[in-house]
């Protein structure tokens, strides 16, 4: 909330362990919540007697929190106000959220994909990928099956009953999951270095790799065939992601040359619009908003970048600076930008804020560097180097 909201509603700010916003009321014993966002942790709301110094009444809530006016929490804060004097100031306490689940892959956890049935994880690790049910959102995830004997599993990317694992071996894996156990199909050959990272888009498969080409494939077909190679980076190519835009799609690609490129995939052949430079190390992972407004970049400068769709060409808006170490992996949900690193951290950002704003560093989960981040049903689902995954509340 800026300042004069907050005088004007008797914010009285931060307490001293930076979680705590404290409101006193105004001179007519109002009390107005103004600019405080919880939809993503627990909110518990407390009436103190300020003359007493004792809590009149606990109130615990899981809403945003806008002015009491609103119809989502002007009910609650009525209630509050009916139990409590006029005298009392209302504690707003945010708690840090901590793990629901935390589940042992065995090995590193480098990527992570949902199933379009609601009910499967796949995460791929050193040399496997393992299978987990997450059908029941309020139970522990459990291991359902391992697809076993495989290369280094950089990626993983689902369409249908087909998933894809971008490998170690020059090739991207194919398995049909429709059966159980999965069955291994043909691999997709052609990149002459292994392949670190997918995209889907409708019927379309797009691979990039450590020989710095973007590979596109047909699912029309089976097997797959290649239909286009993109070259333009001059190192591995780490990250892809596909935007909606007006009647066709983009294509963005990050690299180890510190760069993003934008392409044209309605074009055809698809070819390249702009190149986004001002990282300074590689560029590991991007991610495009909800509106298809800005896209985010991560770094191993320790940065996130935000970038401008609506310019030609995009240009970078924010700078965000949190982590302390290699920014490895992104992902974007209800207004919120989750970025995990190799400082062992998550970082939650509020991205509805212009600039984002860090709500919080998830520390001392993950004892190891953060590789993989996906989001399900609001579920975030984060892996690393620690052997494990933890599912943290996202909605």
């Not at 892959?105 to 990527?111: A, E, F, K, L, M």
């Not at 180890?256 to 995939?265: I, T």
């Not at 390249?272 to 985010?296: K, M, Q, S, W």
Request: aromatic content about 6%; some cysteine; overall charge negative.
């Amino acid at each position: 909330t800026t300042a004069a909201a907050a005088a004007e509603d008797g914010v009285a700010g931060f307490g001293v362990d930076g979680k705590t916003l404290r409101v006193d009321p105004p001179a007519g014993g109002s009390v107005v919540v103004d600019g405080v966002d919880c939809k993503a942790e627990l909110a518990v709301l407390k009436a103190w007697n300020t003359t007493l110094s004792a809590e009149v009444t606990t109130l615990n809530a899981k809403a945003s929190l806008v002015r009491a006016s609103n119809q989502n929490l002007s009910t609650q804060v009525r209630q509050l106000r009916a139990s409590a004097s006029r005298l009392c100031r209302l504690v707003y306490s945010r708690v840090e959220p901590e793990p629901i689940f935390t589940v042992a892959q065995g090995q590193d956890v480098r990527s992570v994909a949902f199933h379009h049935d609601d009910k499967r994880l796949f995460s791929g690790g050193v040399d496997s990928i393992r299978v987990w049910d997450i059908q029941t959102p309020s139970q522990q995830p459990t291991s359902m099956a391992t697809i076993a004997d495989l290369p280094l599993v950089f990626d993983l990317a689902v369409q249908g009953d087909r998933l894809y694992a971008a490998l170690s071996d020059n090739t991207v894996g194919v398995f049909d999951v429709s059966k159980q156990p999965a069955v291994a199909l043909s691999p997709l050959a052609g990149h002459t270095r292994p392949v670190r990272c997918l995209a889907v888009q409708d019927n379309r498969l797009l691979s990039g790799s450590q020989d710095g080409t973007i590979r596109m494939w047909s699912l029309d077909q089976s097997p797959p065939s290649p239909i286009h190679t993109l070259t333009g980076h001059t190192s591995i190519v780490l990250s892809l992601a596909i935007m909606r835009h007006n009647d066709g799609h983009l294509l963005f690609s990050s690299s180890a040359d510190d760069s993003v490129r934008v392409w044209n995939l309605t074009a055809s052949p698809p070819g390249p619009l702009y190149t986004l430079t001002g990282h300074t190390a590689n560029v590991e992972a991007i991610a495009v908003d909800a509106e298809g407004l800005r896209l985010f970049s991560a770094s191993a400068d320790d940065t996130i970048r935000v970038w401008d769709l609506t310019q030609s060409p995009p240009n970078t808006i924010h700078v965000l600076e949190a982590h302390s170490d290699n920014v490895a992996a992104i992902a974007i949900h209800n207004g919120r930008l989750y970025s995990g690193s190799n400082d062992n951290t998550i970082h939650m950002w509020d991205i509805t804020q212009n600039p984002p704003a860090s709500l919080y560093a998830l520390a001392g989960h993950h004892t190891g560097n953060v590789l993989a981040l996906g989001i399900h049903n609001d579920r975030l689902y984060s892996g690393s180097d620690d052997d494990s995954i933890k599912v943290w509340d996202a909605c």
